[in-house]
């Protein structure tokens, strides 16, 4: 499983989000989809379509807002109780 190295923002509640992914790390597994040695013919393969969590994630911008995500659940719309 290939991995990455990126930056990002680290928001107050916790969370990160990749601004730049700096660089790709290959596994060389010809059944990982995202290194070199998968066959580009492979076709309607069960191979490993996914990157494995970040090798190094390097903090380029702090802030103690909430993420988007978070930002809807506990301040926006999704906060309000519905009945």
Do not use: A
């Given at each position: 499983?290939?991995?990455?190295?990126?930056e990002?923002?680290?928001?107050?509640?916790?969370?990160?989000?990749v601004?730049r992914?700096?660089?790709?790390?290959d596994?060389n597994?010809?059944y990982?989809t995202h290194?070199?040695?998968?066959?580009?013919?492979?076709?309607?393969c069960?191979?490993?379509?996914y990157l494995?969590p970040d090798?190094k994630?390097?903090?380029t911008?702090t802030?103690?807002?909430?993420?988007?995500s978070c930002?809807?659940w506990?301040?926006?719309?999704?906060?309000q109780?519905?009945?």
């Amino acid at each position: 499983m290939c991995n990455l190295e990126t930056e990002g923002t680290k928001y107050g509640c916790g969370h990160y989000q990749v601004t730049r992914k700096v660089r790709k790390i290959d596994c060389n597994s010809r059944y990982c989809t995202h290194s070199i040695r998968h066959s580009p013919d492979c076709g309607d393969c069960h191979c490993e379509r996914y990157l494995g969590p970040d090798v190094k994630e390097t903090i380029t911008f702090t802030t103690p807002q909430y993420c988007p995500s978070c930002q809807y659940w506990f301040k926006g719309p999704g906060s309000q109780r519905v009945r």
